[in-house]
């Protein structure tokens, strides 16, 4: 079963404009939230995570909303560009001790339009 | 510079054949993930460890073996592959005790023919 839920599967923005990524999940225990890109022929990497604590997360562009009430959270890319254009993963997990697993959203691919 | 890295990079094998997939990282991580991506179903779990001696199995385990010997190497096996194997799959390393960042390997591509 899919636990974390990501839209759209794919989006095209214009360069400049704010692109937004959403994701919602239903473990009501996953506690960390982060996203991951993945630029074409390259293998993941994060990008940009929050806990619950906060309700917003900022670095640069890139800015995570979290709504803990109605278990969603989105990523916006803000000024977006064309080097921004990549698949995104959204993730969450919660915390086991021993071991922390991510559960992946099924990714959304962003294209940047100049 | 967190390194983990792959072997082999691209691999063919014939159905019923096993294949290894290994996976080396010198982050001195305890957990190290395998995953497989796919069109459409993006990253699935298929097996994970916690430190040298332990695999535990992810959303997808049915068909893949694992095999922790050491804390840098982690491998994954296929007993007897199949053409729904085909795949590109992703090794990842991760520090212990809460959720730290996973660092990716290059990938390998696996075509089962």
């Known amino acids: 079963q899919q636990q974390v839920r990501q839209s759209p599967q794919s989006l095209t923005v214009w360069e400049g404009e704010t692109a937004i990524l959403n994701c919602s999940y239903e473990d009501s225990t996953f506690d960390y939230f982060p996203w991951y890109h993945q630029f074409p022929g390259e293998s993941p990497a994060l990008l940009i995570a929050i806990r619950p604590v906060s309700n917003k997360k900022e670095d640069g562009r890139f800015t995570i909303f979290f709504n803990k009430r109605e278990k969603k959270f989105s990523l916006h890319i803000a000024d977006s560009q064309p080097g921004d254009s990549a698949t995104y993963f959204c993730?969450?997990?919660?915390?086991?001790?021993?071991?922390?697993?991510?559960?992946f959203g099924k990714g959304t691919q962003l294209i940047i339009q100049p | 510079e967190a390194a983990v890295t792959q072997s082999p990079r691209n691999k063919v094998a014939v159905t019923g054949g096993k294949v290894t997939l290994s996976c080396n990282q010198t982050?001195?991580?305890?957990?190290m993930y395998w995953y497989r991506q796919d069109t459409g179903h993006g990253l699935r779990l298929i097996h994970y460890s916690y430190g040298a001696g332990s695999t535990e199995k992810g959303d997808i385990p049915d068909g893949y073996k694992a095999s922790r010997p050491s804390q840098e190497n982690f491998s994954l096996i296929l007993e007897l592959a199949t053409p729904s194997q085909t795949s590109v799959y992703f090794c990842?390393?991760?520090?212990?005790?809460?959720?730290?960042?996973?660092?990716f390997g290059p990938g390998t591509r696996l075509l089962v023919l």
């Open positions: 982050n001195n991580h305890n957990n």
């Open positions: 993730a969450a997990s919660a915390y086991t001790e021993g071991a922390d697993r991510l559960t």
């Open positions: 990842a390393s991760g520090g212990l005790g809460g959720q730290d960042t996973q660092y």
